[in-house]
Each structure stands twice: as structure tokens, then as C-alpha cells.
């Protein structure tokens, strides 16, 4: 599976973004999904997971409430809606794959290149 991810860039404090990975390949609706990010100097970060049918989500405790994770199977695509947007949020985003519904850095099998989420203050 090869994933990229789109849809970044700057915004104000309080605003939104949607973020897009399209996933190649046919067995897209098999794995389950995540976007995890990385601000300078910090480790990458689970934000938010979603099983291969888009029954179960998971979210960390920063973004609930604020951010949706969502997939179109018959488009390949993974969203990320992200709302109520803060300076702690900036980051670069990367959407990743993994078989089973795990969200350990070290444990998805595929990842895409990130792209920048710059929140101003």
C-alpha cells in the first residue's frame, strides 16, 4: 500500500482543515488506518485510528471532540477533519496502515510522507 497525504497548511487558532491520504493499491479496505504526527523535536504521536470498515474509531485524549477521522473505501481515501484548531496541533501529519487495529508507532506496516499543519496563535 503506498499513501500520501495532503492537505495541510496554515491556519488561525480556532480554524479548520481537512487532511487526505490516498492509498494505491487494492486492499486499501483491508487495513486499518491511522494519522499520527511529529512537532519539531518531539517524538511522532498516535492522534487518531479507524478500523478497515470505518465501524471503530479511536482518538488520543488532545484531539477528541475536535478532530474526525473518517474513510471512503470505494475512493482508497483517509480523512482527517480537524476542527477547533490550536498551536499545540501544529505538526507534520502522516497517515499510516496497519493490519490489525494497533496504534504503536513501531507497529503500522506502511506509512505515507507527512504534510505541515501550522496552527498561529
Known amino acids: 500500500v503506498q499513501l500520501q497525504a495532503s492537505g495541510g497548511g496554515l491556519v488561525q487558532t480556532g480554524g479548520s482543515l481537512r487532511l487526505s491520504c490516498a492509498a494505491s493499491?487494492?486492499?486499501?479496505?483491508?487495513?486499518?488506518m491511522g494519522w499520527f504526527r511529529q512537532a519539531p523535536g518531539k517524538e511522532r504521536d498516535f492522534v487518531a485510528g479507524?478500523?478497515?470498515?470505518?465501524?471503530?474509531?479511536y482518538y488520543a485524549d488532545s484531539v477528541k471532540g475536535r478532530f474526525t477521522i473518517s474513510r471512503d473505501n470505494a475512493e482508497n481515501t483517509l480523512y482527517l477533519q480537524m476542527n477547533s484548531l490550536k498551536p499545540e496541533d501544529t505538526a507534520v501529519y502522516y497517515c499510516?496502515?496497519?493490519?490489525?487495529?494497533?496504534?504503536?508507532?513501531?507497529?503500522?506496516?506502511?506509512w505515507g510522507k507527512g504534510t505541515q499543519v501550522t496552527v498561529s496563535s
Open positions: 499510516a496502515a496497519v493490519r490489525r487495529s494497533s496504534w504503536e508507532v513501531d507497529g503500522m506496516d506502511y
Open positions: 493499491g487494492r486492499t486499501f479496505s483491508t487495513y486499518a
Open positions: 479507524i478500523s478497515w470498515s470505518g465501524g471503530f474509531t
